[in-house]
């Protein structure tokens, strides 16, 4: 069981958008901020938004993050069907000392 | 190019041991925290360990403290994992990865491919 808490599954169509959600506690996400990775099949993580909301060099702009007290939200737009694949969420525990992640969640592009 | 390469994963029997390593190249890998992630099959990202730049200061999640140590060789320019008393649950997809940021701002942004490590009789 994961610290964080995202939806097992997202979808949408080519051109539509989605959001995927992150829930923790005070320990985590309510002091500090949240990165998102992306995870496509066959590949290794890689780093789509780091501090609730910055996207690192090469990562389109449809892409975008928030965050607000314990929860955190990944919005992606104008899907693509290479957006197919995992997306976690991940930040710091001041309790457990130690990085946690979210479930994953599972992005079709329908 | 910042590349990181993990080696030394593998099958090993229950109770056994086994050591990984992570080659890190393309940035000045001794001014880096570094970090174990795992990926069990069918499940989501897992973190393992940490070492600070200078090896002094390391940490473990609670399902590998006491069985798992991280170190790391700076003049070697490679991270390690000494696995050790291996159980099945540990079967996963190892990643190294490092630890950017800065100003109280960290994330994991380079990511090696993974080594696979299969504990079973």
């Known amino acids: 069981q994961s610290v964080l808490t995202q939806p097992p599954s997202a979808s949408g169509t080519p051109g539509q958008g989605v959001t995927i959600s992150c829930s923790g506690s005070?320990?985590?996400?309510?002091?500090?901020?949240v990165n998102w990775y992306q995870r496509l099949p066959g590949t290794a993580p890689k780093l789509l938004i780091y501090?609730?909301?910055q996207r690192p060099s090469g990562v389109p702009d449809r892409f975008s993050g928030s965050g607000s007290g314990t929860s955190a939200s990944l919005a992606i737009s104008g899907l693509q069907s290479e957006d197919e694949g995992d997306y976690y969420c991940?930040?710091?525990?001041?309790?457990?000392?130690?990085?946690?992640f979210g479930g994953g969640t599972k992005l079709t592009v329908l | 190019e910042v590349q990181l390469v993990e080696s030394g994963g593998g099958l090993v029997q229950p109770g056994g041991s086994l050591r990984l390593s992570c080659a890190a190249s393309?940035?000045?890998?001794?001014?880096?925290?570094m970090n174990w992630v795992r990926q069990a099959p069918g499940k989501g990202l897992v973190w393992v360990s940490r070492?600070?730049?200078?090896?002094?200061?390391?940490s473990y999640a609670d399902l590998v403290k006491g069985r798992f140590t991280i170190s790391r060789d700076n003049a070697k320019n490679t991270l390690y994992l000494q696995m050790n008393s291996l159980r099945a649950e540990d079967t996963a997809v190892y990643y190294c990865?490092?630890?950017?940021?800065?100003?109280?701002?960290?994330?994991?942004?380079?990511w090696g491919q993974g080594a696979l490590v299969t504990v079973s009789s």
């Open positions: 990865a490092r630890e950017g940021g800065g100003y109280g701002d960290y994330y994991f942004d380079y």
């Open positions: 393309g940035f000045t890998f001794s001014t880096y925290w």
């Open positions: 070492i600070h730049s200078d090896g002094s200061t390391t």
């Open positions: 005070y320990s985590n996400i309510g002091g500090n901020t």
């Open positions: 501090s609730n909301n």
């Open positions: 991940g930040t710091w525990d001041d309790s457990l000392n130690g990085w946690v």
